[in-house]
């Protein structure tokens, strides 16, 4: 305690000192990401696999992130909205002309794009955090752990050629 003290005045200086740190760091992937989403030449379809394939890398590489969030998204406040803004609306606006452009060619099965961000994400932030439990489960279950999240996601998210998006009224 003395040293965070001594070094950063407080536990919420720290806290704030981590956020800023996460946020220079996601700043350097949001061009690659608004690049992939914009990428022309490429279905919106393709685009859309292409980002989830690259949101479970990132992921993967940082579960700390998926921990952070789900940790302080259940307690409103201060923290909580410095963590929306530092790292979510970035990251959400960089995607969200992908997302808005799936949901009006019908390539989705969900009709908002923020609710197909929080079902990209919370999917991803599930296979990330639960996938030691997922694998005990699967054991004792006899049941096949859901290995390849982005199988999983493209699955529950894109919709056949037969099946119209579900509107939420």
Known sequence: MALIGQTFGSKAKLWDAVIDNLAAEQQNLLPAIASLCAA??????????NLIVRFVQISEDRPYLHQLLMRESMDPGPRLDKLVQC??????????PLLQEAVRSNVVRVAEPLALFFLIVNT?????????????????????????????LTSML????????????
Do not use: W
Not at 87 to 96: E, S
Not at 126 to 148: E, F, I, Q, W
């Open 124 to 152: 991803v932030a599930t296979h990330v955090t639960n996938h030691n439990l997922m694998n005990t489960l699967a054991k004792s279950t006899g049941d096949r752990s859901p290995n390849n999240v982005i199988a999983v």
């Open 87 to 96: 790292l979510i609306v970035p990251f959400y606006m960089a995607v969200r």
């Open 158 to 169: 894109l919709s056949p050629a037969n099946d119209a998006p579900r509107k939420i009224e």
């Open 40 to 49: 022309n030449g490429y279905a919106v379809e393709e685009r859309l696999k």
